[in-house]
């Protein structure tokens, strides 16, 4: 059993940045592949970027291509986000996740964390 906790959510103001992160525990986090995924009010939970297990391949949604990087460090068992040139439209909560297979755009994960706010101000 995986455990998952986000953290590094906040408020900020168009055009600025924040790096999400997510610790695992519970399990070999090597041997998982790991998502992010948003949902925000009124909407359907979204795919934002996965990682492979060595964080050698990186998938992205094309609304957070080239301004979001998904990370991982597995001798620190967290898996980063970093968003840059946030828009209003990025508010949401923020959700990690963790599967042993590598998933692009599907929500289809075995673990997920709680979720962190991300609200940017226009």
């Known amino acids: 059993q995986v455990q998952l906790v986000e953290s590094g959510g906040g408020l900020v103001q168009a055009g600025g940045s924040l790096r999400l992160s997510c610790t695992a525990s519970?399990?070999?986090?090597?041997?998982?592949?790991m998502g992010w995924f948003r949902q925000a009010p009124g909407k359907e939970r979204e795919f934002v970027a996965s990682?492979?297990?060595?964080?050698?391949?990186?998938y992205y949604a094309d609304s957070v291509k080239g301004r979001f990087t998904i990370s991982r460090d597995n001798a620190k068992n967290t898996m980063y986000l970093q968003m840059n040139s946030l828009k209003p439209e990025d508010t949401a909560v923020y959700y990690c996740?963790?599967?042993?297979?590598?998933?692009?755009?599907?929500?289809?994960?075995?673990?997920w964390g709680q979720g962190t706010q991300v609200t940017v101000s226009s």
């Open positions: 996740a963790a599967d042993r297979r590598l998933t692009v755009g599907s929500s289809k994960y075995d673990y």
């Open positions: 519970g399990g070999t986090f090597s041997r998982y592949a």
């Open positions: 990682v492979s297990w060595s964080g050698g391949l990186t």
